[in-house]
């Protein structure tokens, strides 16, 4: 490999990710979930394992909360907390899918109190943001219908843009509200929020500080996630990411686990855009995979494919697409995915005090036993 530039180095150093706490405990299918040793017992142990992941890769140093599952009773203390573990928080997400309430939804739930209910949760989370120094709201909205004519679709959609206008117009200046999308699942029929069209529309009513989030999970077959990427960018409209891998549907397996070329062309997209990068969280859920260890490959898959993106030629890709030349560009762009940047990631990381091989080092740390025979299963409380 040609010597890389110190310049590529340093901006492979800028790359924060934030990993999400609902990720390192237990979840699984609609099958079962099979508990793990070692499983945090609350949200101070989830913040300890993303530590443990930043630690070691030196690039997750947020940690994005989901509330009402994070919730404490006393908020300056749990920021002191991640930040005593040279962590900030990142997005704060509100749960609009649990609570028996929203059976029929949330924010366009045909009664307005179980709207009002909705809309208050999202208040809420914008102090929770507040008093946690977070920037960011993460909304995903799992409203939707199953059967047709069980609800109108137009009436839902003013019922969530009300909701969300009244949201907006409390949100602090240094927030932001990510509209993410999903297109089905855990409605079957018709989701309110299904497509980046919908979530985008939503976000040009509301204002400039309300932005897309794309989740990798959230397509249909086949969709060229890479050509939305460009699209929301171009549009000023990419608030962030939700990193993870499918095979079939929203199957939150290990980003980069699938489609690393996917992955990568992301990141071109991403190197492509002026500015700093957008929001990079990481959304999965680790049903049989040990969940520290998922998480910190996770990470080092995301540096991986940043840094390929990062060696790519643009001026010669320039010349090419100029000149029409049908698969030089694409040549172009299989070099820089051909390449091992393991060893430039390995000096990113250690410039910055992480380890030179993450999950190695995880796994000679005896971090999985430690937590395992600290961490009483019976003092599970969610
Ligand atoms: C959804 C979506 C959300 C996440 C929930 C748990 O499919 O990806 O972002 O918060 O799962
Ligand atoms: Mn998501
Ligand atoms: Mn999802």
Redesign the pocket.
């Known amino acids: 490999m040609p010597a890389v530039p110190d310049h590529i180095v340093a901006r492979l150093g800028e790359l924060t990710i934030e990993t ?1 706490s ?1 990720g390192y405990g237990d979840s699984g299918t609609r099958f079962g979930v099979f508990p793990q040793p070692g499983r945090p017992r609350d949200v101070w142990e989830r913040v300890d394992d993303a530590a443990e992941v930043h630690r070691l890769t030196a690039t997750a140093g947020a940690v994005a909360l ?1 509330f009402p599952w994070d919730a404490v009773d006393d908020l300056g203390a749990l920021r002191r907390h991640i930040e005593d573990r040279g962590l900030r928080v990142g997005a704060v ?1 509100p ?1 609009l ?1 649990q609570d028996p309430a929203y059976k029929l939804g949330s924010l366009t739930h045909p009664d307005a109190a179980v709207r009002e209910r909705a809309t208050a949760h999202m208040l809420e989370c914008l102090e929770i943001a507040t008093a946690l120094g977070s920037t960011a709201q ?1 909304l ?1 909205l ?1 409203d939707g219908t199953n059967y047709a004519g069980q609800d109108d679709l137009r009436a839902r959609r003013r019922r969530m843009l009300a909701c969300l206008e009244e949201v907006y117009a409390a949100m602090p200046a240094e927030q932001e509200l990510l509209v ?1 999308y ?1 297109f089905f ?1 855990p409605a079957f029929y018709a989701t309110d929020l299904a497509d980046w069209g919908s979530a985008l529309l939503t976000c040009v009513r509301l204002g400039e500080r309300a932005k897309v ?1 794309i ?1 990798l ?2 397509h249909a077959q086949g969709t060229n996630v890479e050509q939305l990427v460009a699209l929301l960018a171009e549009e000023g409209r990419l608030g962030g990411f ?1 990193f ?1 891998n499918r095979k079939y549907a ?1 199957d ?1 397996l290990i980003v980069g686990s699938v489609n690393p070329f996917e992955l990568f062309l992301i990141f071109c997209e991403l190197v492509a855009t002026p500015g700093p990068l957008p929001r990079l969280t990481i ?1 999965q ?1 680790h049903n049989v995979e040990p969940k520290v260890e998922a998480m910190v490959l996770s990470v080092v898959n995301l540096q991986e494919a940043y840094a390929k993106a990062l060696l790519v030629d643009t001026d010669a890709l320039a010349a090419a697409q100029a000149d029409g030349d049908v698969l030089a560009g694409h040549e172009l762009l299989l070099d820089a995915f051909r390449t091992d940047v393991r060893p430039l990631c390995a000096r990113a990381r250690t410039a910055r005090g992480g380890a030179e091989d993450p999950v190695a080092e995880l796994r000679s740390s005896g971090y999985a036993a430690r937590v395992a025979a600290e961490r009483d299963p019976q003092e599970i409380t969610r």
């Open positions: 999400p609902w989901h997400n749960n899918f993460s995903w799992a993410e999903k699942e989030l989740d999970g959230h939700h993870n929203d939150d959304d859920s």
